[in-house]
């Protein structure tokens, strides 16, 4: 999930030409995936002709790579493929640094270069609605009320406009602590045991990180992943202590960072853990949690299914995030990305139903055994 994000929000939605309306394989197979179901309280859905008269139809869907995701979305197009044999998904998982240059060129060409369904994040659903990008969900496919009904509020609200949705929650992500048991177990620590708050948390960081003349062999806590580092700290003072405080003053279109200086205070906590139990330098650009060379690691519950790939015999504990101060009730972040279907789509009714047939229920069952996902 670590990944390089260098292009910017604003950059992005240049490139892409959008107007602004106003932000491992598994052991064993997969639990059946139930097809998508007619609408609650509606009609049924019209019969399907048979296979012999259907027209041939062939979608095509991108989305960022991830070992463990690339896998499900495999089974899921396998399956999909196999109950609805005029149809053909030509998924492609394109890496993070060449994902959002590609998508962006792509929908600003339009019919023809776009894929038919994609993956964006949450704070990007809103600008592609009010850019005519999208089409909603069709409700021959899912209702919105059984939408609203089914989904948790937070991860549909933002793609909702009037009384239709444009988008499905995929990549439901939490931001946890990932520990490595037996290198606790090296330093005498438990484990099993939570955070006491952010000074017991750079004590036990300290503990865990190994140099010698100035030379690392093992550090205590990986802190590369800066953009979750940050969420983690900032929203959790902002809507925990503050209420639900915006990061920015809507009135005065200013950040609210100067007026709280425990922000700054995070952040220099930050540093300073960094400074003390990372080194930037040592093994660059590998997973270093999963070579058993950092004792912790902050990263989202899919970590599961790429460690499941990369380290199999690797014993882990995964803890919630350290609060701030001693007393307080843990808290972590939360955010998601959607697949969304493009109006361009030669086919928009069975591309939703596509993106239902990954989303739903019994869905989530196949993104937490393959992918590592935590409902």
């Not at 390089?4 to 059946?32: N, Q, S, W, Y």
């Not at 960081?205 to 700290?233: E, F, R």
Request: charged share 20%; glycine share 8%; aromatic share 12%.
């Amino acid at each position: 999930m670590k990944s390089d994000r260098k292009l910017t929000r604003r950059d992005f939605l240049h490139a892409a030409g959008i107007t602004v309306a106003g932000g491992m394989l598994a052991a064993c197979a997969p639990p059946e995936i139930a097809p998508a179901q007619p609408a609650a309280g509606g009609a049924e859905a019209p019969a399907a002709a048979p296979a012999a008269e259907q027209a041939t139809i062939k979608l095509t869907h991108w989305q960022h790579h991830s070992v463990s995701r690339a896998q499900t979305v495999e089974q899921f197009k396998a399956r999909y493929e196999d109950q609805n044999p005029n149809v053909t998904i030509d998924f492609q998982s394109i890496p993070w640094a060449d994902y959002w240059g590609k998508l962006a060129s792509a929908i600003a060409a339009g019919k023809g270069s776009a894929p038919d369904v994609f993956q964006i994040p949450m704070g990007l659903v809103e600008e592609y609605v009010a850019g005519d990008n999208l089409v909603p969900v069709d409700e021959l496919v899912v209702s919105s009320e059984t939408i609203a009904n089914n989904y948790l509020p937070w991860t549909v609200q933002r793609g909702k406009r009037g009384g239709e949705y444009y988008g499905l929650p995929l990549d439901v992500q939490t931001l946890l602590i990932f520990r490595n048991n037996a290198l606790f177990e090296e330093a005498g620590l438990d484990a099993k045991k939570p955070f006491d708050s952010f000074e017991d948390f750079t004590q036990i960081a300290a503990k865990l990180t190994i140099k010698n003349d100035d030379v690392t062999d093992q550090i205590g806590i990986d802190t590369g992943y800066y953009s979750a580092w940050m969420t983690m700290l900032f929203q959790q003072f902002l809507q925990r202590e503050q209420g639900g405080k915006p990061w920015a003053d809507p009135d005065k279109h200013v950040l609210v960072w100067p007026d709280y200086p425990e922000i700054f205070e995070a952040f220099e906590w930050f540093c300073k853990l960094s400074a003390e139990s990372d080194d930037s330098a040592f093994l660059t650009g590998q997973d270093r949690f999963a070579l058993g060379k950092a004792a912790m690691t902050l990263n989202h519950p899919v970590t599961r299914g790429s460690l499941k790939a990369q380290a199999p015999d690797l014993e882990y504990t995964i803890t919630e995030f350290p609060v701030r101060k001693p007393g307080q009730q843990p808290y972590t972040a939360g955010s998601h990305w959607m697949w969304v279907v493009g109006k361009w789509a030669p086919d928009t009714k069975t591309a939703w139903d596509w993106v239902y047939f990954c989303t739903n229920k019994p869905a989530q069952l196949v993104w937490s055994d393959i992918g590592g996902d935590l409902p």
